[in-house]
């Protein structure tokens, strides 16, 4: 059967880098289009994700999926031929779906408050990443993956925001080495896996192009 799979996306997207990881490790090659957010959303994307106009969208076969970890679980169901990515047992997969929601409501829009404030304000959102990073590294605990053994649905989730940690920090002020060593391990575990080390930008790369929205933004 040919397949046609397209990924609408923006390379510096936490959430399209999940569904990028979730392809590779599947194996299955698919047209990449890259959305240029800053300067205005397509209109194949406001076709594709006309709710939220968003990406990523993965669009298999001329029908659009849209929301990140949505499309990861869509991915795992579809090409299920390898490398399973939800845990087979149902509390393992209800927990990691609710650790994964916790850094969909969490980390973007703390992030978002602690880089778009100042003074007083901008301590108290930095306070708050940093606690939720502490969070999920006490629900890491001395585990090698979220997963176990094994890298899952969870790691999966929230490996892409490693690529953006330097911005954090530097943004921040703070080192997530110095408070999160646990947590950096494991993200260094994640590396060593060809699917994600080939798919993470570069840290500076992920900086220099916050710096270029900022400007964009006071505009
Ligand atoms: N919950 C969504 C979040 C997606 C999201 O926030 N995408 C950003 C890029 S990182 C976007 O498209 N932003 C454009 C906008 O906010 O209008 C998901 O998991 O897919």
């Given at each position: 059967?040919?397949?046609?799979?397209?990924?609408?996306?923006?390379?510096?997207?936490?959430?399209?880098?999940?569904?990028r990881i979730a392809l590779a490790e599947k194996g299955v090659s698919y047209d990449y289009k890259e959305e240029y957010l800053i300067k205005g959303k397509s209109p194949f994307l406001l076709q594709m994700n006309p709710i939220h106009k968003k990406v990523p969208v993965l669009i298999h076969n001329g029908r659009p999926i849209c929301e990140s970890a949505i499309i990861v679980e869509y991915i795992d169901e579809v090409w299920n031929h390898k490398n399973p990515i939800m845990p087979s047992d149902p509390y393992d997969?209800?927990?990691?779906r609710f650790w994964v929601d916790f850094i969909d409501k969490k980390i973007y829009e703390t992030w978002r408050k602690m880089w778009l404030s100042e003074g007083e304000e901008h301590e108290t959102w930095k306070k708050e990443l940093i606690s939720i990073f502490k969070q999920l590294e006490e629900t890491l605990g001395d585990k090698a993956f979220y997963g176990g053994d094994t890298f899952g649905f969870l790691d999966l989730g929230l490996i892409p925001f490693y690529s953006w940690f330097y911005t954090f920090e530097t943004y921040g002020n703070f080192k997530m080495e110095a408070e999160c060593p646990k947590l950096i391990a494991w993200a260094k575990r994640c590396m060593q896996r060809?699917?994600?080390?080939?798919?993470?930008?570069?840290?500076k790369k992920v900086y220099d192009h916050v710096l270029a929205m900022r400007k964009a933004l006071e505009k």
């Amino acid at each position: 059967m040919g397949e046609e799979v397209v990924l609408l996306d923006a390379w510096a997207s936490m959430f399209g880098m999940r569904v990028r990881i979730a392809l590779a490790e599947k194996g299955v090659s698919y047209d990449y289009k890259e959305e240029y957010l800053i300067k205005g959303k397509s209109p194949f994307l406001l076709q594709m994700n006309p709710i939220h106009k968003k990406v990523p969208v993965l669009i298999h076969n001329g029908r659009p999926i849209c929301e990140s970890a949505i499309i990861v679980e869509y991915i795992d169901e579809v090409w299920n031929h390898k490398n399973p990515i939800m845990p087979s047992d149902p509390y393992d997969r209800a927990q990691a779906r609710f650790w994964v929601d916790f850094i969909d409501k969490k980390i973007y829009e703390t992030w978002r408050k602690m880089w778009l404030s100042e003074g007083e304000e901008h301590e108290t959102w930095k306070k708050e990443l940093i606690s939720i990073f502490k969070q999920l590294e006490e629900t890491l605990g001395d585990k090698a993956f979220y997963g176990g053994d094994t890298f899952g649905f969870l790691d999966l989730g929230l490996i892409p925001f490693y690529s953006w940690f330097y911005t954090f920090e530097t943004y921040g002020n703070f080192k997530m080495e110095a408070e999160c060593p646990k947590l950096i391990a494991w993200a260094k575990r994640c590396m060593q896996r060809d699917t994600v080390s080939k798919t993470l930008p570069d840290e500076k790369k992920v900086y220099d192009h916050v710096l270029a929205m900022r400007k964009a933004l006071e505009k």
